[in-house]
């Protein structure tokens, strides 16, 4: 979830979520600097369209120039290929981490920091410094140091889970969050010590401000503090040293203490005061910690786990069960006698929580590949229309909490059928690339103006959502567009575009949803094909448009089917009827707005099927439109007495239909 963006120090911006107050916060920052615009830390691919709507925010008609890929870990890096879709942008990495992209498949701009002396300088003349942090938690793992704005980007290092997010550290208890954190996912002090010293002589020679860390708060107070807690933290697997000359009752209260912040990650502090409410343990109620018992350290370790056991039962000792076994194993603790009779069922606990783990990350792989499969089009790998209603729906939904003003522009080949007729079985072949080409040029349009590009289930159709832009540069935009196409040698073919535009501004006293709004947008798309195409329309009568019905009266199936497809591209609402009995009943039922039917069908032939219509003042003024092989002086004298409108010979020019329909219901 991403929702909001704020300015941590001048030009540099934080991107996440504020309402995400008990989960993993994952954080993104964003470099302003000119001419340049670099993203440091990517979103999860599941907050992608949010992410992408606050970086338009933040840069305007600006252009990421630069992404700083820090975190390596599967939902960040399936985020990459999305975001350059929109973006040329230059990725910088560590060169060992090429492995990690090879398998997403997509073309990039590489940055090798290790090939380019650890360091970025953009075109202002400010430079980025890159440190590398081997195995922190990556083995290709680096921090960025920007010296302009004295922040440090320190990806995984100063990370944490807090109870309750705030986007400030504070100075207590996100300490504490802190070492549990970098207890769990760095793999040790010999690690992370000499990154610490680096970053305390950064600090010295060149000044920190601000620590952005990729999940948890933004660290600006005691600095050197933090620093100094993470460069004598013995990482991990959550312990902390007993150091030799406490006494020994000391010593079990800080295992004891480690053991509950554990259980802090896991559960709210409520839930573990409450565990030790009536018990001989007694709890600080603000940290979480043990405050009084009055025994022995040995007994205070016995009675924190049977107390546990007896509120919570065994699945709460297998949380902690591999670190009191590492207690044990470092410290020569006594193993709780809770966990010698459990010993089994917690092995079976902790063997299940495994497996669930993996089966948990499988599904989560499967379920994005799936995703991506439903809300992607093949061709073009640009989301497609079912993929843009939900998106739709959920401007509309929120539009009542902040108005958001929007333009839709939908763009359609106008040759599609055309070039499918003149090519045969290698007109769909010619169409797809056709496609191609025409997706790669709207999206170099698209990512210079910061617009949201989709494609449309309609063959050659694209449609562009636009934000925090009026109308005037719309109608010029697509202009150029339109000229573009037409003017263009790519396509090997004479191709032109049509362009129907709608804006959230006319809706002002409609009742408004996303199907309203794109049968507006196909409506304008059609009026402007039925003025001889490779036109632009902007302006039609919101209250009228009604999807129009057109009733096809045909048993031979393969005609249906052409008719029907050809039909559906402009937004018609298809029916059909295989003899004139059904034609009859579907017409008296569904009051279609045209009906198209065969002369020679069954039940009544299609000229008895009008002659009944004629008869009935609710159906007399229904357009008809004929077809048949046979079309002699006696039908065609029988057709115009019965007011049919158009009566085609079989075979015609499906492109002859179209135009006839559009005419008759478009006009």
Not at 96 to 118: G, H, P, T, V
Not at 303 to 312: A, M
Not at 638 to 659: D, M, T, W
Request: hydrophobic share 40%; glycine share 4%.
């Amino acid at each position: 979830m991403i929702d909001s963006f704020k300015e941590i120090q001048p030009g540099i911006f934080w991107i996440g979520s504020e309402n995400l107050k008990f989960e993993l916060h994952h954080n993104s920052y964003l470099i302003a600097d000119k001419n340049d615009y670099i993203l440091v830390d990517l979103c999860p691919v599941s907050d992608f369209q949010e992410f992408l709507q606050i970086i338009s925010q933040i840069i305007h008609k600006g252009t990421i120039t630069h992404i700083i890929l820090q975190n390596f870990s599967p939902s960040i890096c399936f985020t990459l290929p999305l975001i350059l879709q929109h973006f040329s942008a230059s990725v910088i990495f560590h060169k060992r981490a090429e492995m990690w992209l090879k398998s997403l498949d997509f073309k990039l701009a590489k940055y090798f920091i290790d090939d380019n002396n650890f360091k970025l300088k953009l075109s202002s003349g400010r430079e980025l410094n890159f440190i590398e942090t081997p195995y922190l938690p990556y083995f290709e793992s680096f921090i960025t140091y920007d010296k302009n704005s004295q922040t440090l980007f320190s990806s995984f290092l100063f990370s944490a889970r807090p109870l309750k997010w705030k986007l400030y550290a504070d100075k207590v208890f996100y300490k504490e969050s802190m070492k549990s954190f970098h207890e769990l996912y760095i793999p040790g002090n010999k690690f992370s010590s000499p990154v610490m010293e680096m970053i305390l002589k950064i600090k010295d020679n060149h000044g920190i401000k601000c620590i952005a860390s990729s999940h948890g708060s933004v660290i600006t107070e005691d600095l050197e503090v933090f620093i100094n807690i993470i460069k004598n933290l013995d990482c991990g697997i959550a312990i902390n040293p007993i150091i030799n000359d406490i006494t020994r009752k000391e010593g079990y209260f800080s295992l004891c203490n480690q053991i509950l912040e554990k259980y802090l990650l896991h559960f709210s502090k409520s839930e573990i005061l409450e565990i030790f409410e009536s018990s001989s343990i007694e709890l600080d109620i603000l940290n979480v910690k043990i405050k009084k018992f009055n025994g022995s350290g040995e007994e205070l370790w016995e009675k924190l786990f049977s107390t546990i056991y007896t509120k919570k039962g065994s699945r709460w000792l297998s949380i902690v069960f591999e670190l009191v076994l590492l207690f044990i194993k470092k410290f020569h603790v006594s193993k709780p006698s809770v966990f010698n009779d459990k010993e089994q069922e917690l092995i079976k606990i902790d063997e299940e929580n495994r497996r669930l783990k993996v089966e948990i990350q499988t599904l989560e792989v499967n379920l994005e590949k799936t995703t991506e499969n439903i809300t992607k089009d093949k061709v073009t790998k640009l989301f497609n229309e079912f993929f843009l209603r939900d998106f739709l729906k959920n401007i509309i939904y929120h539009e009542t909490e902040h108005e958001t003003k929007y333009i839709l522009l939908i763009i359609e080949i106008d040759e599609v059928w055309k070039i499918k007729r003149k090519y045969g079985k290698q007109g769909d072949e010619k169409i797809i690339k056709i496609i191609q080409i025409l997706g790669d040029i709207l999206k170099i349009e698209a990512t210079e103006k910061s617009y949201q590009l989709f494609k449309m289930s309609s063959e050659g159709a694209f449609l562009f959502y636009i934000q925090n832009d009026n109308i005037d540069n719309v109608i010029y935009f697509s202009e150029k567009v339109r000229n573009d196409v037409s003017g263009t040698a790519r396509f090997q073919e004479n191709i032109t575009v049509s362009c129907g535009i709608v804006s959230s501004d006319e809706f002002v006293n409609e009742n408004i949803n996303e199907n309203l709004l794109l049968l507006v947008t196909f409506t304008r798309l059609g009026i402007a094909k039925s003025k001889g195409r490779n036109q632009i329309c902007y302006t039609s009568e919101i209250q009228k448009v009604v999807k129009k019905t057109v009733l096809i009266v045909e048993n031979d199936s393969i005609y249906v089917n052409l008719i029907k497809s050809s039909l559906e591209q402009l937004d018609f609402n298809i029916i059909s009827a295989e003899d004139g009995f059904m034609a009859i009943k579907t017409i008296e039922k569904d009051k279609p707005d045209l009906v198209i039917s065969e002369l020679m069908i069954a039940k009544d032939n299609g000229l008895t099927v009008r002659e009944r219509m004629l008869q009935v003042s609710t159906n007399q003024n229904i357009p008809f439109i004929l077809i048949s092989h046979l079309k002699d002086d006696e039908t065609v004298m029988r057709a115009y007495n019965l007011k049919v409108n158009h009566f085609l010979k079989k075979p015609f020019l499906v492109s002859e239909l179209v135009g006839i329909v559009k005419n008759i219901l478009l006009r």
